[in-house]
């Protein structure tokens, strides 16, 4: 992986983490669009081996995300998450959301606060860009309770996606995964959350 991709990072300058004295890693913020073949690869390396599961032959599970960090050390990848910026609505009124995808860091970086990190530069981006709530799934809470997120319980209704086909519409409680941040001054409200597309 070449340092220079990093140069092609949208408008956000890439941001230096210093984790020690001796570990600086370095963050990308990048369209889908631009991220190379190898690259690519590289993220599906990542995946698997964070994910039981993860498909073998790409870097998204279901569909493409808009945009992605990506954690550099030593021109290995050892982090990643995808953003999925998107309109839903909350009760029938439209909010503005970044939803969080498949967040993982390499096993040998772990607990080291990269995803932590993660999380905060989302939160600020998400700041920046008037973005109402943050969004993700997730069966294990801990590190996003930690950053801020809480549970909610709305009936979710979605695009099902399998293999590249829509295969009908969801609805159901999400309670057991569903998480959000709040960033604007907009109040998450009970009633159904439809996703206005796949579940991410
Ligand atoms: C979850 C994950 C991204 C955390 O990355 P990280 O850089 O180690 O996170 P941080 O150092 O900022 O915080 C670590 C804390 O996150 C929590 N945590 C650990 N694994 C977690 C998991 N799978 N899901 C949620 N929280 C987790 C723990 O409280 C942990 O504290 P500890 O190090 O004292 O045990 C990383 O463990 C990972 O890639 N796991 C595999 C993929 C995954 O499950 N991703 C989450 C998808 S929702």
Redesign the pocket.
């Known amino acids: 992986m070449a340092i220079s991709n990093i140069n092609v990072a949208i408008q956000f300058s890439p941001s230096i983490l210093k984790l020690s004295e001796f570990l600086l890693m370095l963050i990308e913020i990048i369209p889908e669009y631009e991220i190379s073949d190898d690259t690519h690869k590289l993220i599906n390396q990542l995946l698997v081996e964070?994910?039981p599961d993860y498909p073998l032959d790409r870097s998204y599970y279901k569909l493409l995300p808009q945009f992605r960090y990506l954690v550099w050390a030593d021109n290995n990848l050892v982090?990643q998450v995808g953003i999925e910026h998107r309109v839903i609505t909350n009760n029938g009124h439209p909010v503005r959301i970044f939803g969080v995808i498949?967040?993982?860091?390499a096993l040998s970086?772990?607990?080291?606060?990269?995803?932590?990190k993660l999380l905060q530069q989302i939160a600020e981006l998400g700041n920046m860009g008037k973005i109402d709530f943050l969004v993700?799934f997730?069966?294990?809470?801990?590190?996003?309770v930690?950053n801020g997120y809480h549970k909610v319980t709305n009936i979710c209704r979605w695009m099902k996606v399998d293999e590249h086909q829509i295969i009908g519409i969801g609805e159901e409680s999400m309670a057991d995964c569903m998480m959000v941040k709040k960033l604007g001054e907009k109040k998450w409200q009970d009633g159904i959350v439809d996703l206005l597309g796949y579940l991410f």
């Open positions: 964070s994910f982090a498949d967040l993982c860091v970086y772990r607990s080291q606060k990269i995803a932590t993700l997730a069966d294990d809470s801990r590190l996003y930690e």
